[in-house]
Structure formats: structure tokens, C-alpha cells
């Protein structure tokens, strides 16, 4: 079965330093997303990628976080600057229009 | 603000029996529903979803209703198997968009326990 693959499955980075997590969401996906759940929180949206752009952000997502899809394969969340609170399960996902796959997360620690 | 409530944290039900687990939304503009199952490091599994023009589906163990009125969706798995124990997530969402995807709102998950 189709899966979305997320690496690295943990991450561990100092706080100020950028940090990129990295995603191959299945291949005739065309809707991208990122998603976090900080420990004992509800997941959260963060982004959604359509043809090549942002297609929605929530408030989480200020100017510190940015994704890409470099290649036809790949997407990516970038963290420029991390703070501490940035620490969280980052879940991607990817879905024609209908039901969404995830991916099984990058546990991002900013210490 | 909480969007998608979840009131109950946690639930126990013996194996065999069935279990309900609930959710509640606040957004009319809510028109699409789904329910993920999660275990631990592992990433949201997608379960059954139901759109606003229904108001039940069905896919073998598992049924959600939802009661429009109401603002409530509920997912009920018959019978209950050990292996269904991990938390589960309502998930809500305006209508799929096909020029931009649907972002999903979450509610904060029960974690569902089957016994023996």
C-alpha cells in the first residue's frame, strides 16, 4: 500500500538553528500537507501545498517556517530559527481530494 | 479556539462489546467529517469519513452518524477488538477544494482501551 515517508523520525537541534524535515508524499498525491502535535495537544494544521504554492496556512505558520518541493518527489518544512516550543510530532500528509495519508512523523526536540 | 471538541479523554470498553466514541464541532461551515485512528509513533490512520449530505456510513465494524442539528458526529465500532485500542481523532473540514486541498481541523483525540 501507498505511503507517505517522513525523515528523519527524530530530530534533535539546538534552539536558533534551522532545522529542515523532509517528506516523499505519495506519487500521484497532488495536495501536500504539514501538520504538528506538540506533547498532549490536538494535531494541528499548519500548511497546505497545491501545484507549486501555499495554498493555506494557519497562524502557526509565520514568517520562521517555509516549505518547498524541491523535486517531483520530495516536500519539505523548513524551521529558520527554532524555539523551544517548536518541539513537537511534525506530521506530513498527502491526498488526492478525498481522504489524506499521513505520514508517521518527525519528532522535532529543540533544546 | 476548539473547533472540534472531544469531551471524553479516554474510554474502556470489554472486547466484543461496542464502543462509542464522540465528537462535537462548532463550525457550521463544516461540511466534511472524518475519523483517524492513531497508535503511539506512528502517524493518524484514516478510518471512515462522512460528509454532510448523510448521515450515517458505514464500513464493516465501523459506523458514524451525524446529527447536523446537533453538531455532532459519533463513531461506533461493533464488536470491539484489543487491537483497536489507540486514540482516535474527529477530524472536520469544510468541503474538499480541488484547487487548494481541505485543511483539517482535529479534535484532541480519545484514547480508546479494549479489554479482554
Known amino acids: 500500500e501507498p505511503e507517505v515517508t517522513q525523515t528523519p523520525s527524530h530530530q534533535v537541534t539546538q534552539m536558533g538553528q534551522e532545522v529542515i524535515l523532509r517528506c516523499v508524499p505519495i506519487?500521484?498525491?497532488?495536495?501536500f500537507y504539514w501538520y504538528r502535535q506538540i506533547l498532549g495537544q490536538k494535531v494541528e494544521f499548519l500548511v497546505s501545498?497545491?501545484?507549486?504554492?501555499?495554498?493555506?496556512k494557519s497562524e502557526i505558520f509565520d514568517d520562521q517556517f517555509s516549505v518547498e518541493r524541491p523535486d517531483g518527489s520530495n516536500f519539505t518544512l523548513k524551521i529558520r530559527s527554532t524555539k523551544l516550543e517548536d518541539s513537537a510530532m511534525y506530521f506530513c500528509a498527502s491526498s488526492e481530494v478525498g481522504g489524506y495519508t499521513f505520514g508517521s512523523g518527525t519528532r522535532l526536540t529543540v533544546v | 479556539d476548539q473547533q472540534v471538541k472531544q469531551n471524553s479523554p479516554s474510554l474502556s470498553v470489554q472486547e466484543g462489546r461496542i464502543s462509542i466514541l464522540n465528537c462535537d464541532y462548532t463550525n457550521s461551515m463544516f461540511d466534511y467529517f472524518l475519523w483517524y485512528k492513531k497508535y503511539p509513533a506512528e502517524g493518524p490512520t484514516f478510518l471512515i469519513s462522512i460528509s454532510s449530505i448523510k448521515d450515517k456510513n458505514e464500513d464493516g465494524r465501523f459506523t458514524v452518524f451525524l446529527n447536523k442539528s446537533a453538531k455532532h458526529l459519533s463513531l461506533h465500532i461493533v464488536p470491539s477488538q484489543p487491537g483497536d485500542s489507540a486514540v482516535y481523532f474527529c477530524a472536520a473540514s469544510a468541503s474538499p477544494d480541488s484547487n487548494s486541498g481541505y485543511a483539517l481541523n482535529f479534535g484532541k483525540g480519545t484514547s480508546l482501551l479494549v479489554t479482554p
Open positions: 506519487s500521484n498525491h497532488l495536495y
Open positions: 501545498f497545491y501545484n507549486n504554492e501555499i495554498s493555506e
